[in-house]
């Protein structure tokens, strides 16, 4: 009833052409890893994406047989494309123009919480730790951290329960991602990590006595400060920087007009 | 795609009855299978926009992954030279089943499968190095050695796509190998062939894929 | 095949009997009857959220609901049914599986076994986002906005695997029409012959394929970002949560010509038929509705005109935004042009076709005010926008799928509903939707944000009109339902072509053979080629 | 004809008083300029359309017309509705872009203002450092610019009578700049969806006369309340969720003077107290304020080593918990509330409590 030429006339590819394009793909791959150890600078991508769609167009014209099919297939695939295009020059459209009022990364410009940062610190070097500190450090502690930390920095407070990761828990050495240095410490409750939230509002002075009372709770008494993590952490370490530590901070004032002339 | 009602040798094949032949039966399943090609292009778009954000912001982020040897280009490139081979079978299986040589089809889908699997056994080993060090996606990611800003989603849009395309490797070895049972039963020859045409297309799709995921993730810096 | 002619010989109903027959058919009818149940329950369940948010807003202050929580819910739920289960398939997968296959003369779509596959995707994926009805009710809204979806402790997650899932189905539906079309052509049925509702649905489908799979991309990274925190969306992980607006319009804008542009297919099929003379402008209809769905895909920037988004790429889109209104524009003088000295009939699916023109109108010229960026700024995310979605959704695709349901009910069924009952539940919800609906433009001028749980009292008395509008709304829905059950049970024979028109499916019995046709269709010549003078064949209007 | 013109812009001039909030700066009034525009436009297009549809059913209804015409179509009207609703388009959209681009680019000597959004309240840092909440004081007639980002999720800043609306994002800097004309209160919505108290996430901004403002930035204080409510809603004074009725019906106090319990009652909206403390006895994150003054609790006192006491809910206590929550909690609920030192001054703490009182 139905006539049997079915697929007589569909074109096979011969056992040589298939060896010829696989020999083809190996050596652009080789090309490709080879070219990579130079360093072209903004040229490494253009080249490694030429190289590739090469390697694309191969396979789609001899081994998914587009060169031997019906054109309305290529049609159809290069439409994908076309439109793979579309949603990133329009996205890269916006994202490239944004301008500077809209300052990508937030950590340039002193979080809200500046104001505090500007009072002189009472301490002569906050970051060495002293009793007073520590006194204040528990009661901060107290008010501040209870809620993720629990009271006793186990990691297990009221709300740790719907956090993802974790609190960090303080009684153990393991498992702190930015170290158990003070200044280590100080850095974490400056600029916040993960789903911790950012105490950038609160005074040096508090958050160095925050960094020094978490330290009492687990043994971290090893875990000194050198000069040089003081640097880092954008301290004087000869003591003439007072308390306003943290890394390059500008004031708010100086921030704010930076970002209006711009726009 | 087309009846496979039980096991029918290829010679007293017959097309599905809401088609006027064979041939146009064929032509429809290809043509349906490039749709779905494009699909998995856009499918995929999503990734390479997510990957061209971070190039384009944080070039300096990406240098320091590719100094910092994260992802080792040779088990990329390895896995580069297994997809390409497994692809190369896959076209001689194809053509192998159009030609009606039962053995060479059946052989060569092996081929493909194992090399498939090979290409899953090296992600394994580079997923598990990874895991070791803590090298994770996003807020996971504890791995001392490098800590610029935004690796942790470089990491992300790493798992992300070579994950993706992974499962995508897995559900083709799926495939093929309910192929090789079919071939075995002798199903395929020169008047339907179908199948094998379409899970070839699917294969050198996902070939294609990691043609262009490798020298992004793996080489360019 | 047997070759009786009655109306009740051997049809797709009677041809095999009991659950299994349906529930496993391959049968591209059953399938479309089948999607259209599972649709129109959906629509209830979204409508019941419409209603008692409506109920909720009738005053100031909380009162129907506890907290304003629960009212976020409510929305969430309206929002995600009606967009994700009921508009999208609405059209494409109830009356388009049933009539496509028909109206090019072939016996069943390209893939038959693929389109049940599609039909069980959705109703998996339906299932997965419902239930979360039952276990923790989402309250991001149906946009899913980053950073509060991540946030948020609520059951999101399986709301975003069910629309992930249902995506396919939508992906399935469209690569089974496409190849349909392309290959399964009646002989003599070439492209400047086929029905502008097959144009319709052509285009529909190439924005399916090629907007879907966007889709499904984002819910995965969201369902990532939830899950395991990759940080791409997420701003505490460095993310940026405009790049998901981004992912998730270059989806969704398209997605709402995937609901509007089918709708304007049964327009066009509806007026030619009703005023007895031929579509005007075919060709130029046809490239209009290309050109909807290949522009679709660079304006989905308007909705982010206030977003945050730079000024050069609100310049950009609010540009390109301008010329989707064009072949809109185009489309709709066309259907007017139709009725000029044509010799209207004014039955039930033409009431509806007027219906939909004078509501799509005013859903077209408010888009206009929302494309123009300086007047977006102040009407965005208010009621205006609500109103002006409502207008071209409700509007355009609910009362032109009532139009269709009128349409093609006698091919369905092989039965005429009451006339009578129908038009007054058109004239019902006609009066009901412009009552719950127009006030809200002004609502969203005067400044009364949207998802508000509650509202300052300033903004009262307009919010009462707009509940009391939505309850008449609600009735005139009932009562279609009610008629069109009622000519279901015991309608009067329709016999195969009773409103006279001349596409392919008319001229099968009707309910249609298991085959669709007794013997192979040959098209000799256009869709609309209505001369007037041929007599009706046993019209009962 | 020219009388129809007359009373139709006669109409419009009423339409406007009643649909579009007053345009409390310039560019407000240039923009209502483009909105009636693209009204009228519309209107034009849609009266068209719409009597074209009735005539031609009238005209040309089965009964009356039998023999409809052979027409497949006319190129040239085809051009002409394609090419003249393209020119308007872009007409619209060239006015429309000249209004924006000054929406956007404010005067360089604009007055900031830091907006910090969290949710459901707005902060206000001005560059002396003082901090309020809720209420954004700014001078007349001189240009002020708002730099916001959110802390939490996305919000958005919105002054219908300015009509200026930015989305406020976490992780970015946005900006809007306005120049008040009309001083008095104008109200401020928060329009991307927020969460549980989107709709209760409002702010007033005071627009101050000169000599008003210099007392502001001197430390006095302004009876905010005493000020003309919103100039589009003249007959109301709530600018709270759940506040004041319209003015008429103002529950108590000296004519339109909230009652402190009132003020207490707006501030625990407004600064996001009813997010987790209900008033009607339900258990929200917090305990509910119904009944509980006066009442004996045992509570956690941690400022004591944690040891568990009763203490008698009053003044004190309240005070206390309002400024330094986590002292003494109360027993089975989360230490979870963030402190409001700094956040709410003497007089808001004593409206706060005023209404605890009152509920009885």
Known sequence: MSEHHSNEQHHILSNSMAAKIFGALLVLTVVTVWVAQFDLGSLNFAVAMLVASVKATLVCLFFMGLKYDHKENTVIFSTSFIFMIIFMILTFGDLLTRGDVYVKDMSKIIPDGAVAAQTKSKYEKAWVSNPELLAHGKELFAAQCVTCHGAGGAGNGVAAAGLNPKPRNFTVADGWKNGRKASAIYGTLTKGLNSMPAFASLPPDDRWALSHYVRTLGPHESEKDSAEDLKKAGIDASGAGGGSAGEKQIPIDVAIDLMSEKS | MAQGTGSVSHLDRHHAHHFKSGHEEFEACKQGMWIFLVTEVLFFSGMFVAYAVLRVFYPDMMHDVHHHKLLDWRMGALNTVVLITSSWTMARAVSSSQRGEQKNTVGFLWATLLLAGVFLVVKYFEYSHKIHEHILPGAQYAYEGLTTAKVPIFMSVYFVMTGIHGLHVVIGMGVIYYLIRRAKRNEFGPRYFTPVEMTGLYWHFVDLVWIYLFPLLYLVG | MSHSTTAHGDNYLNHSHGLKSWLLTLDHKRIGLMYLFVILAMFLLGGIFALLVRWELFAPGMQFFSSPNTYNQAFTYHGAIMVFMVVIPLIPAAIGNFILPMQIGAKDVAFPRWNLVSYYVYLFGLLIAASTLFINKVDTGWTFYAPYSIRTGTSATLVLMGAFIMGFSSILTGLNFIVSIHKLRAPGLTWDRLPLFLWALYATSIVQVLATPVLAITLLLLILERTIGIGIFDPKLGGDPVLFQHFFWFYSHPAVYIMVLPAMGVISDVIPAFSRKPIFGYKAIAAATFGIALVAFVVWGHHMFVSGQSEFANFVFSFLTMLVAVPTGVKVFSWLATMYKGSLRMDTPMLYAFGFLFVFTIGGLTGVFLAVVSVDVHLTATYFVVAHFHYVMVGGTLLAFLAGLHYWFPKFCGKMYNEGPAKLAAWLIMIGFNVTFFPQFILGVLGMPRRYADYLPQFEQLNRVSTIGSWFLAVGFVLVAWNLAKGLKSGVKSGPNPWGALTLEWQTPSPPPHENFLKEPVVTEGPYEYRGEKALMGSNA | ?360
């Open chain 4, 1 to 360: 004809m020219t009388k129809l013109v007359l009373c139709f812009f006669a109409l419009m001039q009423s339409a406007q008083a009643a649909t579009v909030p007053v345009a409390a700066t310039d560019l407000a009034g240039r923009w209502d300029g483009i909105y009636w525009f693209l009204v009228c436009l519309s209107l034009f297009f849609f009266v068209g359309i719409v009597a074209a549809m009735i005539i031609f059913v009238v005209k040309y209804r089965r009964e009356v017309y039998k023999k409809p015409k052979y027409i497949h179509g006319h190129t040239g009207l085809e051009i002409v509705w394609t090419v003249v609703p393209t020119i308007l388009l872009f007409v619209c959209f060239g006015w429309g872009w000249a209004v924006y681009r000054d929406m956007v680019h404010g005067p360089a000597d604009s007055m900031e203002v830091r907006v910090i959004g969290k949710q459901w309240l707005w902060q206000f840092v001005y560059k002396n450092g003082t901090t309020t909440v809720g209420d954004l004081y700014v001078p007349v007639n001189r240009p002020v610019k708002l730099i916001m980002s959110s802390e939490d999720v996305l919000h958005a800043f919105f002054i219908p009578n300015f009509r200026v609306k930015s989305d406020v994002v976490p992780g970015m800097y946005t900006s809007v700049w306005f120049e008040a004309k009309v001083p008095g209160i104008h109200q401020v919505y928060c329009t991307e969806y927020c969460g549980t108290s989107h709709s209760g996430m409002l702010a007033r901004v005071v627009v101050l006369s000169e000599d008003q403002w210099k007392d502001w930035l001197g430390g006095k204080k302004i009876d905010v309340d005493a000020l003309p409510a919103d100039p589009t809603f003249p007959g109301y004074r709530a600018n709270r969720l759940g506040e004041g009725l319209p003015e008429a019906q103002a529950s108590s106090g000296a004519g339109g003077q909230l009652s402190l319990a009132d003020k207490g009652k707006a501030l625990v909206s407004s600064k996001g107290c009813i997010a987790c403390h209900s008033a009607d006895g339900s258990k929200l994150v917090g305990p509910s304020y119904k009944g509980i003054y006066g009442m004996e609790e045992k509570v956690l006192d941690n400022s004591a080593g944690g040891k568990v006491i009763t203490v008698k809910i009053d003044d004190n206590y309240l005070r206390e918990s309002i400024e330094n929550p986590t002292a003494k909690v109360v027993e089975g609920y989360p230490p979870s509330m963030p402190p409001y030192k700094g956040l709410v001054n003497e007089e808001e703490i004593a409206a706060i409590i005023e209404y605890i009182k009152s509920l009885k």
